[in-house]
């Protein structure tokens, strides 16, 4: 039988699309509302929206079980090929769909190129979960990811939004961004997190107990992602109440480049993992990881670098909103692949 979303998470994109036009709402009809959000502010860093992403990175971080990464070192051609997609080729399909449909707004494009540097490493596991991919081996994959991202997302960002750029002839951005600003802006939006689900991880399990951690912690913090996600989008949609009739163009922008590198990402990884003798739950796990993108990441960064009020954090937002529908209908492929190539 089919595994189902939650109530919460099968209708994520309606959660979405109310908090985008609460956020208008609140924009366009109440005055001086920009200001007063801005006014929570330490030099560019919004408090309550530094703390709502941190919070929103923290629970998928806290259900990654470290200790599983090891055992991804048993299957080195999955592995091999899972790093080569989904580090290599990813983030340069990415680029290329980016520069080719959003040229002309420097802005999407720049946020469409920082949105395929990083694996998902939340939404994911729910994927996997209703496809009835490998646990084990997802949360392996989640585990590299998720340090891979800690160390090496800045040098990423870096090299395709200062090196890469100008390679392919766009210039006049004026990006001038360094490493050390995005690194900081990583460590404290994925590094806070990160440690901070390590340590509470390790110390609940040690001192209450698997089972507290398992049947009554992690579903209490599990809701946080969400209802943080929704927070940022309502805090920087009511800073573009302005923008409303712009928006549903300015979403399709972003859409088209996102759905064609799901797809691509999905296929490719799935057929590579078949090719090299993965079975039905190993090549799912490994396409549903190849295809998803930390968008939380994104949206962090995005504004750390560029400012809540950029289109690099606009595109963010928008990330989710085209994933969660994409990769349901993903899901529903991966059965009818099932059927087709394994019996």
């Known amino acids: 039988m089919k595994k189902r979303l939650g109530f919460l998470d099968r209708f994520l994109t309606l959660w979405i699309f109310l908090a985008m036009l609460i956020g208008v709402g609140i924009g366009y009809f109440i005055p001086n509302s920009a200001e007063f959000i801005n006014s929570f502010s330490s030099g560019t860093t919004n408090i309550p929206l530094a703390i709502g992403l941190i919070l929103m990175m923290y629970p998928p971080l806290t259900k990654i079980d470290f200790s599983k990464v090891p055992q991804m070192f048993e299957k080195p051609k999955l592995l091999s090929a899972s790093f080569f997609i989904t580090w290599i080729v990813g983030p340069f399909l990415m680029f290329l769909l980016a520069t080719f449909f959003l040229r002309d707004e420097p802005e999407y494009m720049t946020g469409l190129i920082i949105i395929g540097l990083a694996p998902c490493i939340a939404m994911v596991i729910v994927w996997n979960e209703l496809a009835e991919g490998n646990r084990e081996l997802t949360a392996g994959l989640i585990g590299i990811n998720s340090l891979l991202q800690v160390f090496f997302f800045s040098l990423y ?187």
């Open 157 to 343: 960002a870096y090299f395709y939004l200062e090196v890469m750029l100008p390679l392919f002839g766009i210039k006049g951005l004026e990006l001038n961004i360094t490493i050390a600003e995005i690194a900081s802006t990583v460590g404290i939006y994925l590094g806070i997190p990160f440690a901070l689900a390590v340590v509470s991880r390790y110390m609940i399990k040690k001192y209450i107990g698997d089972k507290f951690f398992n049947q009554q912690f992690i579903p209490f913090v599990s809701p946080i992602t969400l209802i943080a996600l929704l927070f940022t989008i309502v805090v920087m949609f009511s800073l573009k109440g302005e923008m409303i009739v712009d928006l549903p163009l300015d979403v399709l922008k972003i859409a088209i480049p996102l759905v064609i590198f799901f797809a691509i990402m999905f296929f490719l990884m799935f057929f590579v993992a078949k090719k090299i003798g993965a079975n039905y739950k190993d090549a799912v796990a490994l396409s549903f990881t190849a295809s998803g993108n930390n968008f939380e990441l994104a949206i962090a960064v995005s504004i750390g670098v560029f400012g809540i009020n950029s289109g690099q954090a606009f595109a963010g937002v928008i990330g989710p909103l085209v994933e969660v529908p994409a990769l349901i209908i993903l899901v529903n492929v991966a059965f009818w692949l099932k059927k087709k190539f394994y019996k």
